[in-house]
């Protein structure tokens, strides 16, 4: 039976188990007796504030919770019925391989494995999130790893020796968390509704509630385009990714603080869900934004190294490097890394030699056009800041051979193939005039 992958990062917990999937974030909300998780007590958050809990993660301990919620003793007592949810979402894997961020501290860790003992499943594998993600993008001697949770920013220095990637510290940013910086981020959006309509959508829970709903959306859409609509209650205002970067200037600038002067051959990694923040991406020229499952595939790859089923589990801070650019060392015991299919599409625009003009399809070289160019079956294909990426209305692509995933960036070489029926490759060019 395969073993379970889970990320600890409270903005968005994720276990992989065989062909099951499953994200959490780390939020509570009391019913009664009862306790859900996840996305739907995030959706509640703003309606029943006094029913919900986004602490217990970071603030993971056996003290007595305050403000009390239910039946829970401490935070401990969430974090188990979290993860006895998650478990059963994801088919019951027996055993679970931990990735959990450097933030954690030494008396959390015990915790968390004491609190594992009393779940149906057993903890084989503990691993830092940062060294595990870096092990597959360091390339220069230095690597930040930023890092957004719920209620602190983290940033992670990592050091490149030889073949293997290292962690050297980790510096937490208070009040850099996803909730202050979604609370910035409607703040000014409430603000365009007012000047614009007349309309606060503050002034009610529920239309707070719909405004922080359609938040991730519509910053999604603000990375290829500098304006868009956002429409609550009715009421609809005009927003512009150049009003909302103030929200994360207290972010930009302990992130600049904490890494110093970069050199020129240091590197950024950050989540996918940090890079939603307007003007993030933009803040160091060598920053690379990772792929939601790159932490799957970085476990993947290392789990024959990190299981340690007879012996009591230490916290794993250093693995070798798993880059395209150089493989992981002769004597490692990992499997050297794929070259083709999610190796390729996993490439960051910047170590691309070149950026395709041109899309071939049926012997006819069409240009690109940044804004969008349509290839049918509901998908076009763009320029995002990362680089060129589909944009789809539900229909499967395949990319490579492979499933392509949101935010993946494309490349010369690429082929794509749309719809579940299609045969005909289209293929990404440079034309050189």
């Not at 993660?57 to 007592?77: C, F, I, N, V, Y």
């Not at 920053?287 to 789990?303: F, G, K, N, S």
């Not at 539900?394 to 299609?422: E, F, K, M, R, W």
Request: aromatic share 6%; hydrophobic share 40%.
């Amino acid at each position: 039976m395969s073993i379970g992958l889970l990320d600890l990062n409270d903005s968005n917990l994720q276990l992989w188990h065989e062909d099951t999937a499953v994200q959490s974030p780390g939020y509570a909300l009391l019913r009664g007796q009862e306790y859900q998780f996840g996305s739907p007590a995030r959706a509640a958050a703003r309606l029943q504030p006094r029913d919900i809990n986004t602490r217990y993660w970071w603030q993971l301990s056996t003290e007595t919770l305050q403000p009390s919620l239910g039946p829970a003793r401490h935070t401990g007592d969430l974090a188990h019925a979290h993860l006895r949810q998650l478990h059963q979402e994801a088919k019951c894997p027996s055993e679970i391989l931990l990735a959990v961020s450097g933030s954690m501290q030494r008396e959390q860790l015990a915790l968390l494995l004491g609190i594992v003992q009393q779940c149906p499943f057993d903890a084989v594998g503990l691993i830092n999130r940062s060294v595990a993600l870096g092990s597959l993008y360091a390339r220069g001697e230095r690597l930040f790893h930023l890092e957004v949770q719920l209620h602190q920013a983290v940033i992670s220095e990592l050091t490149r020796q030889s073949h293997q990637i290292e962690l050297q510290r980790t510096t937490p940013l208070p009040g850099c968390g996803l909730l202050q910086l979604q609370e910035r981020l409607v703040e000014l959006i409430a603000a365009s509704f007012v000047r614009q309509t007349r309309f606060d959508p503050r002034r009610k829970a529920d239309s707070e509630q719909q405004l922080y709903d359609a938040l991730p959306d519509a910053l999604r859409t603000l990375q290829t385009v500098s304006e868009t609509n956002l429409e609550v209650n009715g009421y609809r205002a005009r927003i512009s990714v150049h009003e909302l970067q103030a929200a994360g200037k207290r972010l930009f600038d302990s992130a600049r603080d904490t890494m110093g002067v970069l050199r020129a051959d240091d590197h950024v990694i950050t989540d996918p869900l940090a890079a939603l923040l307007p003007g993030l991406t933009n803040l160091f020229e060598q920053m690379d934004v990772l792929q939601e499952d790159d932490i799957r595939r970085a476990l993947q790859a290392h789990q024959a190294q990190l299981i340690q089923r007879e012996q009591a589990l230490s916290f794993v801070t250093a693995l070798p490097c798993l880059d395209e650019n150089k493989m992981a060392a002769p004597d490692s015991t990992i499997e050297a890394p794929d070259t083709t299919s999610s190796a390729v599409n996993r490439r960051p625009i910047k170590e691309l030699t070149s950026q395709p003009t041109h899309i071939l399809y049926q012997c006819k070289a069409r240009p690109l056009i940044e804004t969008g160019t349509t290839l049918g079956a509901g998908y076009d294909l763009y320029l995002s800041n990362g680089g060129w990426q589909l944009r789809d209305s539900g229909t499967p692509a395949i990319v490579n051979g492979a499933t392509y995933h949101s935010g993946q960036i494309l490349a010369c070489g690429d082929t794509i193939n749309i719809g579940a029926d299609a045969t005909d490759a289209a293929l990404l060019i440079e034309v050189v005039t």
